[in-house]
């Protein structure tokens, strides 16, 4: 069964009250000691209160993980779906009630494996729609499997000695799909780079997607941590459009100026495994948004009756 959940909302949601961040936050998170996904919550908070976003007119939907239990920690609407539907469900929301912020938090576990079909075509429908994909590489809500996102010979539960497939990698699959319009990497342990990753994807129109490389220290306690250790394995993608947040420039000296218009850079940097790269890899801000430009027949509910009842008829027997 899936599982329902319309948060009822505490805030006030008239015009004119100020919302602090902390106002955003329904509940405390119930994730492990040092998981990533709270300093996901944090950014997010940041950029609710930036934008002074009213509770009732932003929807968090997620699908199954342990960074799907997001919409419960926010107060706002949300609906914690099914595992791999999250976007779906999101689109279906957009297509409802355009004028909603729509927010997805979805997982590897969730996005890039049961819900691989869904998240393909999301990417070119380009529905206007914040997407996060906390990539954590494991399953952790269900205790320590592989997910596609899993290095090549990383141990887990489900692969004793080791993963046997290489990692599908979310941002060259996402980069491939025809229509791809906003496509960033960011790391939860870098938290100005991440609010500012979360600031340039609202304001993008259209499908932002964000790879957040998620700590996990119950179950891929190794896999970041050298990254977070040593900030010389990291890159930053630096442009005027892209992100550029002030103060990492002494920690984070690999800096590459990278235009995101370039798709054909963008690509080749995302195939590159040499450094951990954090940045916005593409963006086109003149795609259609489908919610826009998608063509509906404007009728009445008598015409729809009628139109339904011709229809009925040509199948009476
Ligand atoms: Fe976070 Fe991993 Fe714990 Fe899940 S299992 S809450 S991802 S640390």
Not at 29 to 48: E, I, S
Not at 56 to 78: E, K, L, Q, T
Request: glycine share 8%.
């Amino acid at each position: 069964m899936s599982s329902l959940a319309i948060s009822l909302l505490d805030l006030e949601a008239d015009a004119g009250v100020c919302f602090e961040a902390e106002d955003y936050q329904k509940r405390p998170g119930k994730w492990c000691a040092g998981c990533g996904d709270f300093g996901a919550l944090n950014a997010v908070k940041r950029l609710l209160a930036k934008e002074q976003l009213q509770p009732d007119r932003m929807v968090f939907v997620s699908g199954i993980g342990c960074s799907s239990r997001f919409p419960h920690y926010v107060n706002a609407y949300g609906f914690h779906g099914i595992h791999g539907r999250a976007l779906p469900l999101a689109s279906g929301i957009k297509l409802a009630r355009p004028e909603l912020d729509v927010f997805v938090v979805t997982g590897d576990g969730d996005c890039v494996s049961i819900g691989a079909g869904h998240w393909i075509h999301a990417i070119r429908y380009n529905m206007n729609m914040v997407v996060m994909l906390l990539d954590n590489n494991i399953y952790g809500l269900t205790k320590n499997q592989t997910s596609p996102t899993t290095p090549l010979g990383y141990s887990s539960m489900t692969s004793p000695h080791g993963a046997q497939l290489p990692a599908l990698d979310p941002l060259q699959a996402t980069l491939g799909v025809s229509n791809a319009s906003f496509v960033a990497q960011t790391a939860d342990w870098v938290p100005a780079h991440l609010y500012a990753t979360l600031e340039a994807a609202y304001d993008h129109p259209g499908f932002s997607f964000i790879r957040i490389l998620q700590r996990c220290p119950k179950f891929t306690p190794d896999i970041f941590e050298q990254a977070v250790k040593d900030p010389a394995r990291t890159e930053l993608l630096v442009h005027e459009d892209g992100v550029d947040p002030p103060g990492l420039e002494k920690l984070y000296e690999a800096r590459r100026e990278h235009d995101p218009k370039d798709i054909d850079e963008a690509r080749s940097l995302a195939r590159r495994d040499d450094m951990i790269r954090l940045g916005v890899f593409f963006r086109d801000d003149s795609l259609p948004v489908y919610e826009e430009v998608r063509a509906v027949p404007k009728v009445t509910p008598q015409e729809k009756i009628n139109r339904l009842n011709k229809e009925f008829e040509r199948y009476a027997v």
